[in-house]
């Protein structure tokens, strides 16, 4: 076979399954900026309801998917190329067709669209060149497309960000989300504690919903967020030299003494821990305020999850930002 052809016939068997992306979450650790073209994490056990958000990055070719105001999904995307430009801006989902074909380029497959306006412009999974190489849509791995769409709901917000250098700057590892659920601006670093406060409880900014917790032992803060809202945040104590790495856990109910008991969640790129764990074992290494405390189990139920990380919480271990959205205003 002539080098040429062969080159071409190599480049043919190959182009599907570099179309396809990655078939698996990279581990939850990876750093957002080394993801390779097709490549992903998620992990939706994080926070397994509440409102969603999807923030798609251009200079970065890079999406975000918060739920319930933490990441659970990360993504290497492509945007519009020169003369057809992804538009920018704040969409909700409009239509949602697993199996849809283009109306405008010859009938070209779709798969798992999700449309962002009515004049061809959607989320789908499509080819991942590393580079924007689309004709405006966003295209996404095959695999991290499919777990979007199964998780997303008609009228879901989705961010389309174009700007580098704004006020609003969210660490690209950082697990919370820089926007509300309806795409407003929301950096959590503004919400810091005053140097007089130990902790701040409102939970009247969201009544009801499901609750996240959140700890990062190198920040020594824990902010608990309902329905996607941050109604609570405190300092705690940690041991020295206590590193809890990442984890995360789901409440499992209580045991005969009241103690709340968890499950591990499975994380990509950990071995699955086994067991449970009760509060005995974390106060031996964390500390919280008794007051804040008593307020946290007050709203702990069915569905709460628990996301520990020994890294910051607004700034990654990588620290490398970028900006996600900025408003002209």
């Known amino acids: 076979m002539k080098p040429i052809i062969l080159v071409v016939a190599v480049l043919a068997l190959s182009s599907p399954a570099f179309a396809q992306g990655a078939k698996t979450s990279s581990s939850i650790d990876t750093d957002v900026a080394d993801l390779k073209p097709g490549q992903f994490i998620w992990n939706g056990d994080l926070a397994p309801e509440g409102p969603m958000t999807v923030i798609v990055h251009i200079p970065t070719q890079r999406a975000y998917v918060y739920r319930n105001g933490i990441r659970i999904g990360v993504t290497t995307v492509s945007t519009g190329k020169d003369g057809h430009k992804t538009p920018t801006g704040i969409f ?42 689309s004709h405006g849509c966003i295209r996404m791995p095959m695999e991290f497309s499919k777990l979007l769409y199964e998780a997303s709901s008609m009228g879901m917000t989705v961010v389309v960000s174009d700007r580098q250098v704004t006020p609003e700057v969210a660490d690209i590892n950082a697990f919370l989300a820089p926007v509300t659920a309806k795409g407003v601006p929301d950096d959590p670093s503004l919400r810091r504690l005053n140097k007089d406060e130990n902790w701040r409880w409102t939970p009247e900014k969201s009544p009801t919903g499901p609750v996240t917790i959140v700890l990062s032992t190198d920040n020594e803060r824990v902010i608990v967020f309902r329905n996607g809202v941050e109604i609570g945040r405190s300092r705690v104590k940690v041991a020295k030299d206590f590193e809890i790495g990442t984890r995360a856990l789901q409440y499992a109910g209580t045991d005969a003494d009241g103690n709340t008991r968890w499950i591990y969640l499975p994380l990509p790129g950990y071995a699955p821990e086994k067991g449970q764990i009760d509060e005995k074992t974390a106060v031996q290494a964390i500390t919280l305020p008794d007051d804040f405390n008593r307020l946290v189990r007050s709203v702990i139920g069915p ?27």
């Open 303 to 329: 569905g709460t999850t628990v996301l520990a990380t020994h890294g910051g919480l607004n700034s990654g271990q990588s620290g490398k930002a970028t900006t996600v959205i900025a408003t002209d205003s």
């Open 92 to 133: 909700t989902i409009l239509q949602k067709n697993k199996d849809h074909k283009s109306n405008l380029y010859n009938n070209a497959p779709m798969p798992y669209m999700q449309r962002l306006t009515w004049d061809g412009i959607a989320l789908h999974a499509g080819n991942l060149p590393g580079y924007p190489a």
